[in-house]
Structures are given as C-alpha cells and as structure tokens.
C-alpha cells in the first residue's frame, strides 16, 4: 500500500483568502514533503519533514506555512498568495531509509 | 552539479510501437534512479526504480537498466497502448541527501491507435 491521500483535490482562492491543503498517509512514513509543479514543468520541492521536524524550506516565501501536527499528517496553510501561485501542489512520503519518495494525486490551486 | 536530462517530447506513437524515451544523469557518488508517470489531471505515481549500476528496474510493461559507464537510465517498453499516453519523469536522488528528488523536464508520450 503506497498511498497518499490529498484534500481537497480542487480549491480556488482569492488573494486575501486563509485556506489549507492537507496531506495523510498511514504507511508509517516519516519523512513528508510538499511540492509544487507548474503546468509542463517538473515538480519543485518546497518542504521536507522529517519526523515532524521541518528538515528542508527551499526559500520557499512566507505566504506559504507548513505543519506536521503528526506523523501521518501534513498541511500546507495558504495566505495571501499571488495569481502566479497557482498550481498543483503535490504531498509525498517515504520510509525512513529514504528508499523511495511516493506522490498523492495532488491539490490543484487557482487564485483569483 | 548533479541533474538529469530527457529527451525532448512530445513522442507520439503509434500502438504497439516500441518505446524508448531516453534519460541521462551527472551525479556525483551513486544516486538512485527513478521513473515517475504523471497521467493527464493526476499526480504523479512511481513507475520503476534502480538502486545500483546493472539493476534493471521494471513495471507494467516498462524496463530501465542503471548504466552507470554511459550514466543512463532509459526507458523502453515493447508494445505501447493508448492507455501509455502521460508524461514520463527521470529522476534521481543523490547518496547522500535522499529527501530531494531531482527531474528531469519530463517527455510527453502520446501514443494514437
């Protein structure tokens, strides 16, 4: 079982919106990971857990704050963010031997 | 530094052609190597992987052998469906930081009956 769930699939925001993107997954994963993929490119890391502690923030900006409340959730909470900020945003896990990194279906995001 | 380059797509196939979509890596130590598939509207979803140079990775069909002395990593597949079409990801990480993937720009497949 490999799977990694993502709500909601669709959200559109405006830009003085508060607003969340959430992340599970119950395969005893303990490294999460958010990233973030513009439309025919390849997806960009933006933020790595590992064992509930932010290990990895590529200078992603402010707007964006992540939280691992546990070790089987992970949330993206979105606040005045900017039209180019629209995108599919993509959560991922994987074991603690970092053999593989598995991907949700994703969250795509439109701000208006 | 370390990357990874695909070849330049859209491949379009017919169905039952022979796929090669070719990846190339520079790295330094051993990395990893990996095949992701992104479907059309969805995420994307591990394909294959390789460990170490001569592994062969395999699913669904599809083949990629770790060729460490030419530092690729293709794929092929022998007889491609129209259900094949997506974008196609090679990917690696690096031995000694695992957490961050590296991609190559993808190469879109479509594949037409």
């Known amino acids: 079982d490999t799977e990694v769930t993502q709500t909601p699939k669709h959200l559109v925001m405006g830009m003085t919106n508060k607003k969340s993107l959430k992340c599970e997954q119950h395969?005893?994963?303990?490294?999460m990971y958010w990233y973030k993929q513009k439309a025919k490119k390849p997806p960009e890391l933006m933020f790595v857990?590992?064992?509930?502690?932010?290990?990895i923030n590529e200078s992603v900006p402010s707007r964006f704050s992540p939280e691992c409340p546990n070790s089987s959730l992970l949330n993206l909470h979105l606040h005045a963010l900017q039209p180019e900020d629209s995108a599919l945003y993509l959560c991922?896990?994987?074991?603690?031997?970092?053999?593989?990194?598995?991907f949700g279906e994703g969250s795509w995001l439109t701000v208006v | 530094g370390n990357s990874v380059t695909q070849m330049e797509g859209p491949v379009t196939l017919s169905e039952e052609a022979f796929l090669t979509i070719n990846c190339t890596y520079t790295?330094?130590?051993?990395?990893?190597l990996f095949w992701y598939v992104q479907y059309p509207g969805e995420g994307l979803q591990l394909l294959l992987k390789?460990?170490?140079?001569?592994d062969k990775g395999s699913n669904k069909g599809f083949e990629a052998t770790y060729r460490k002395e030419t530092t690729s990593f293709h794929l092929e597949k022998g007889s491609v469906q129209v259900s094949d079409s997506a974008v196609y990801f090679c990917?690696?990480?690096?031995?000694?930081?695992?957490?961050?993937?590296?991609f190559g720009t993808g190469t879109r497949l479509q594949v037409f009956p």
């Open positions: 790295a330094t130590g051993y990395p990893s």
């Open positions: 390789a460990t170490k140079a001569d």
């Open positions: 990917a690696l990480t690096q031995s000694y930081n695992t957490d961050k993937l590296i």
């Open positions: 857990y590992s064992y509930e502690k932010l290990s």
């Open positions: 991922a896990s994987s074991r603690p031997d970092r053999d593989t990194i598995y």
């Open positions: 395969m005893g994963h303990r490294a």
